[in-house]
């Protein structure tokens, strides 16, 4: 059965269905950019009788996942998706909403985390399966057709209203459940997919990925995708607390990491960005905030400083009733950290928490239902 994603298989399809090939890009105009539902799709091509063209069309595989329920934000109009593959593994995707009315969607590459880094919960989703190219794909099928269900009641952040629902995604980023650059094939299949102009027609510069550090990985994919950005998860730049919060990252030392992250800006030729979780008197010391200066010193990089969310309730297995072993920094901390690193002309954001009474913040997707499901 020829998948939705397969652009061969579709083209020999139509092909051999004697359509001419603008009825395809159509087809994948209406599926891909302006997120119809399947058969609304079909329809549009004028073949809703019930011909052989039109059945056959109907059978092309398009449901890699089953939404399995979303939870909407009281605080921010953030809303999480819980998808189901075929067999039964749980993934999680966040559409967050900015009060401009910009929509990203952060998507998962593996069900699970095999990493472990001790301050997210999607490292006790186990065992670990690999997302294939159409399981990627289809999180953004399933929020494009979840934004065209909304009521405009539910496209308010804060109190804010934002534009209208039924627009399209714009960015993408790989950060959510997994490591992406541990399923690599999948990965690629999946960016050539988005960044194709017949298919999703997405700019490279409206895709992010978020990798631990895996050196050779991060070379690999630089090459291919010179112009799709990365992001590293560094969180500490004193290896003995790295190792300690990062038990995955040990086989990638930092040293190995900072020539990587040059040799990456290099290819490139754009800033990398580094995203920095503050965790109070666990990475948030002076003698951190020293490290982090040293160690992005003469890097061409851009710093995203992050409050740490909590745990999910019952997956983090350290917390108890409901505490976790982690506290978030104080805000006067953040502000050191922040303006030490504008003071050495480091380009540095601090990114506001989102999603988190639907557990849909950083560091809490773990395959479970949440309270607030619509």
Known sequence: MTSIYDSQGLDRLFRELKLDPGRLTQLRRDLFKRGLPFEDAIRAMGLSDATRTADELLK?????????????????????????TKGGRPVES???????????????????????????????????????????????????????????DQGRVGQRKTRPINQRIQNIVFMGMGEPLQNESALHASLDMLLAPEVFDYAPRRIMISTIGRTDAMIRFAKRQPDVRLAVSLHSARQETRDRLMPGARRWPLDELRRTIQEVGRIQGRPLMIEYVLLRDENDGANDLAALLDYLDGLNVRVNLLPYNGPTPDVQPDAIDGMSPFQASLPETSETFFRALCEKDIETTRRNSRGGDVSAACGQLAGRADQKTR
């Open 60 to 84: 092309i595989e398009r449901s890699f996942l089953t939404l399995d329920s979303t939870a909407s934000s009281d605080e921010d109009g953030t809303v999480k998706l819980l998808l189901r």
């Open 94 to 152: 966040v559409l967050l909403r900015s009060v401009s009315g910009r929509l990203t969607l952060c998507v998962s590459s593996q069900s699970g985390c095999a990493l472990g880094c001790l301050f997210c919960a999607s490292g006790e989703i186990r065992p670990v399966v690999d997302l294939n190219r159409d399981e990627i794909l289809n999180q953004l099928d399933a929020a494009q057709r979840l934004l065209t269900e909304l009521t405009p």
